[in-house]
């Protein structure tokens, strides 16, 4: 298959110097980046109170201006105040939060699967509703990097999806505790020997987005990146076609591409 159906157009990467997270490109990201937003004006705004406060004591209860300190030892009012408002602002945060780690963990309707299995290093991808073609992932050498392709995180063979469509991710491991993660769609689930893990992306544009295993895996953990690449729909289903035949049975890559 021909690298020129799908241009490589890396934007779902770090960058130099980055302090916020990567730019969304799925609904989920988009939320736990308002979600975070709006936890960080409130941080700002307890920051700023109790720095208030502590210059009020600074300036106006030092042994200067307050010779003869209060004898007071209880405050029923002050001590309900400083008990409710963290209390509130615990249930302000904690609101939106259950709703988006719900919306994250069930899944929409979905209009197709994707089975993922990690393995000691590397990834590999399974497609049961087009043909439940199977193909393996892995790092791609400094040396065979194409145009913008990122050192330690381009594979050579991406996953990849369809614009605007809902996919269900099934995470599972063949040996130990992996962890697929893409930061621009928002996902972050474990993969787990003997058992499945369900999870769920939408790519509302299309790029190519990079992750890694985010679960401490062995040597090689920091060589088992992820690459999604979000295309159009007409692009997607001549992909699967190529693709069909590529690894059809299961064969190894140099075999199915000698069939083409």
């Not at 590999?124 to 990122?150: N, R």
């Not at 999806?161 to 697929?180: C, E, Q």
Request: proline share 8%; hydrophobic share 45%.
């Amino acid at each position: 298959m021909s690298n020129s159906v799908l241009p490589v157009t890396p934007e779902g990467q770090p960058v130099p110097w980055q302090m916020w997270y990567q730019d969304p490109a799925s609904p989920v990201m988009e939320q736990i980046v308002g979600l975070n937003s709006f936890i960080s004006w409130i941080m700002a705004g307890v920051v700023l109170l109790v720095l208030a406060l502590l210059i009020t004591v600074v300036v106006r209860f030092n042994a200067r201006t307050n010779p003869v300190p209060s004898t007071t030892t209880h405050n029923v009012p002050l001590e309900i105040g400083w008990t409710v408002l963290p209390i509130l602002i615990l249930l302000v945060i904690a609101v939106p939060s259950f709703r988006l780690l719900y919306f994250m963990d069930k899944a929409p309707q979905a209009d197709m699967t994707l089975k993922v299995t990690g393995h000691q290093w590397y990834w590999s991808y399974e497609y049961p509703d087009h043909g439940a073609f199977t193909f393996d992932a892995f790092m791609k050498d400094a040396s065979d990097l194409q145009g913008a392709e990122p050192r330690l995180l381009a594979v050579d063979n991406p996953v990849v999806v369809p614009v605007g469509v809902t996919v269900r991710v099934l995470t599972t491991s063949s040996d130990v505790i992996h962890s697929w993660a893409v930061p621009s769609l928002g996902v972050k689930m474990d993969a787990n020997p003997g058992r499945s893990n369900e999870t769920w992306i939408r790519a509302e544009r299309p790029g190519t987005y990079y992750g890694q295993c985010s679960e401490l895996c062995g040597v090689n953990h920091g060589f088992m990146p992820i690459a999604v690449k979000a295309v159009s729909a007409e692009e997607f289903t001549a992909w699967v076609t190529a693709a069909q035949a590529r690894f059809a049975q299961g064969l190894p890559l140099q075999l199915a591409e000698g069939r083409r």
